[in-house]
């Protein structure tokens, strides 16, 4: 039984990435230069922010629950770093630090409310985003910051044997990602928090420990992405990590991950974000329109939904 479970959650976080070789093949032959290494490298390079961001979302959603406050923590992560930039810190690690301490305990607040208070996942995340929201207008207004940290500078241009650096980056963060949450104990803990809450409570799982410390992954891991997309840009601004949200949960349930909780992987998941860029890649190319956009990527995910939603009669 095991055994099948394990072979049906690989097919589903193997079909994106059939899906991207076939879109690659098919592209590069009617569209030139759509497939050269260095296009490939691009969208895998704006993939990365998604990707990022996707690795708390992922947890979230396995362990049962949603996180809407990602893309205010996005936007706290890219208005915030400048702010706290201060002269003797010259690489630029400790305001990179202070930052992600900022977005990580965003995160905290979310568990406390969630896993201590009883609140809904759905309303406290959607409370945390709308008072950020407020708090960054107070803040920053409508005007936007520009980078001056060393390190970001160097991670935003930087190569390393040829590959950008916030690939590795994203690279070395996934890979910690797979090996804690399918290579310990508690990293199955989430899976049994979102199969089962009750079971899990009874059979001596922290359900309150184990809340707080995804929804505070999940802020830390939005605010890597913030940071990575302050690096590409050179700018932050108010709005910024909007467009983040829904991809971040729309390359969870492309990547096979159930909506429901209890199944799924982020390798998956890192299918679906390099899935979403590539499709986005495609409709700019043959120039259509915002509203085709929507509907195209709409369709797809409808598509996917079947094969992560289905499975709660388990």
Known sequence: MRFRLAMTDTTRAALPYGLIVLLWVVAGAVLPGFAKPGHIRYMIELAAVIGLVGIGQTL??????????????????????????FAPDTTGIGAIVLTLAVAGGIGAINGIGIGYLGLPPLIMTLATATTLQGLLVIIAGGSAVTVNNPLLVWLGSARIIGIPVDILVWAAIAALCLAWLHGTRTGATVFALGTNPLASRLSGVAERRVTLMLYAVSGLTAGCAGLLLLAMNGQGYVGIGDPYLLSSIAAVVLGGTSILGGRGTYAGTIAGAILLVTMTALITVVNASAGWRSIILGCLILGMLPLSGRDQNR
């Open 60 to 85: 979230v959603v396995i362990g049962g629950g949603i996180d809407l406050s990602v893309a205010a923590t996005i936007t706290v992560a890219a208005i915030v770093m400048p702010l706290v930039s």
